[in-house]
């Protein structure tokens, strides 16, 4: 006996999607990035008295052994946010042109033009590494399980 499709073959993906069930992707936010600092990360207090500091670090792409001409890509500059006791050993170890190595988590930033509709994001650091040849340090202060989680706007400046 013959079996007969009266329709297209429709992956059960794609059945899920025409029929309004929502997939459920796992969530993953964790990133690493290694770079230098490009200047040295200031220090600020929000209104409840908690540390904070930004800076900006370098990374260099790999290089690509015989890639074509034009294919050279240039350093991606990624914003950094620390807070915490973390923030206070930032200012306090790193100065401009510093190496590590950070593990943390992409966060929107507000964004002051809404008309544009779109968020910047930056990395809120949770773990950094020193790579400076003579002084390897961790700084692993995790927030406090008593701190919240902090807005940009509750920044003094």
């Known amino acids: 006996m013959e079996n007969v499709q009266t329709g297209p073959l429709v992956p059960d993906s794609q059945k899920e999607l025409r029929s309004g069930k929502r997939f459920k992707f796992p969530v993953l936010n964790r990133v690493a990035v290694a770079g230098s600092l490009i200047h040295d990360p200031p220090i600020r207090w929000t209104k409840r008295g ?73 990395l809120s650091a949770q773990w950094i590494q020193y790579l400076e040849k003579d002084a390897i340090h961790n700084i692993t202060d995790f927030m406090d399980e008593d701190t919240e989680m902090f807005h940009p706007d509750d920044v003094e400046e």
């Open 50 to 122: 908690v540390p904070v500091t930004n800076f900006i670090i370098a990374t260099e792409p790999e290089k690509v052994i015989n890639a074509p001409e034009g294919m050279d890509r240039e350093s991606c500059y990624v914003s950094v946010v620390v807070w915490s006791k973390q923030a206070l050993q930032c200012n306090k170890f790193l100065k401009k042109g510093s190496s590590v190595l950070i593990l943390g988590e992409l966060q929107s930033m507000p964004n002051n033009e809404p008309e544009n509709e779109y968020y910047p994001i930056q």
